[in-house]
């Protein structure tokens, strides 16, 4: 007789306490606030239902659901600051009210007292010009009060903080890879720094993304939604299929997940966990400088150009659209602009052989002190 007893399921792995010096993870996201109503919910004109509608189009566009999130939450800025000035539909708006909306962007401050930077300042006001000009091209407006207004100057800045290769290679050797999170982590940091992909590309690799063969990673639908094969360093293959092996398997609860890198519930990462435990290497390194994932994006793109790589390869690597976005890595990576300048400088501390020392013309080679 055949036995009815059930096969044992598979036991999760057990997470260990946290260690006196490691935090909680952040909690994920803020909790859902209601959405500013500006006009009356049955009012076909009122501004929140045709924001709401806006919002609908550019998914059936195609944008990506982290664009459509960002866009509702620029939104949802404006939104409130017309409900606390009873405005309540877009016919009420002109160009005049327009500015005294991007004055108060200007005035306003953060929880901690600064301004709003000015490129926070120039993502809302965009989000505005973008959703006026789709009320013009769906008739509900005839003209676009938005479409004169002046945007603010962006500042082109450096990237903050790079890692020179000693700095980087301390920090990818902090995870304890006789453990079996601590090598998921070497190989998250390895994948990081060899392919320069961004957080969000990271979280969304699966296994079958891997090429070992050609040496390769396919980048699914990265920033704006492009697809792109990114080069992939041997070490850093070997660590990923070390992982593979020895570590994922643990991990897998579904047969159905893909992803590449695990949690402890055998789901994909969570984006704020990557950054949390990337900044946790840094900060075990004594590295102080600022950021998380990115910085190893900014530090491999500047490694690159410092060995002379074509900063059009480079373009390629990162997913850049436009050139110019990889061009402030030229500004960083200076080695070849110091060699210039030692070699040819007047001012230079290093004199040539053949300059007399008994010159009394001669200036000083080296600093008084």
Request: glycine share 6%.
């Amino acid at each position: 007789m055949a036995s009815d007893a059930q096969p044992p399921r598979r036991r999760r792995a057990r997470r260990p306490p946290l260690g006196p010096t490691q935090k909680p993870c952040r909690p994920r996201g803020r909790p859902p606030q209601p959405y500013p109503q500006a006009g009356a919910p049955d009012d076909a004109h009122g501004l929140t239902r045709l924001v709401l509608a806006h919002l609908k189009a550019l998914e059936v566009k195609g944008y990506s659901p982290q664009t459509c999130k960002t866009r509702r939450r620029e939104l949802g800025v404006f939104l409130a600051w017309c409900v606390e000035r009873g405005i309540e539909r877009p016919s009420e708006l002109t160009r005049r009210k327009l500015e005294r909306y991007q004055r108060h962007l200007f005035e306003s401050r953060r929880d901690d007292g600064k301004p709003i930077t000015a490129r926070s300042q120039h993502n809302l006001l965009r989000a505005v010009r973008v959703f006026f000009s789709w009320l013009v091209r769906s008739d509900y407006l005839t003209s676009n009060p938005a479409a004169d207004i002046e945007m603010p100057k962006l500042p082109k800045r450096l990237p903050r903080d790079v890692l020179n290769e000693a700095e980087a290679e301390l920090v990818i050797a902090q995870p304890k890879v006789d453990t079996p999170l601590g090598l998921r982590d070497r190989a998250i940091l390895e994948v990081l720094y060899s392919t320069a992909i961004r957080r969000s590309e990271l979280v969304g690799l699966n296994v079958c993304d891997l090429d070992f063969h050609r040496g390769v990673v396919m980048v699914r639908e990265g920033k704006g939604r492009k697809d792109r094969v990114v080069p992939i360093g041997e070490r850093a293959l070997a660590w990923t299929n070390k992982y593979l092996s020895d570590v994922r398997p643990q991990y897998v609860f579904r047969p159905t997940i893909q992803a590449l890198f695990l949690n402890y519930d055998g789901e994909r990462l969570h984006l704020s966990y990557i950054g949390h435990v990337v900044r946790r290497y840094l900060d075990r390194a004594g590295i102080q400088k600022r950021g998380s994932c990115h910085i190893f994006r900014h530090t491999a793109a500047t490694a690159m150009l410092e060995h002379g790589a074509d900063i059009r390869y480079i373009q390629a690597m990162l997913g850049h659209e436009k050139l110019e976005t990889t061009q402030i890595y030229t500004h960083v990576a200076i080695a070849k602009l110091k060699a210039v300048h030692t070699a040819t400088h007047p001012a230079r501390l290093k004199r040539s052989d053949t300059t007399s020392s008994d010159d009394p013309t001669t200036p000083e080679t080296t600093p008084p002190f």
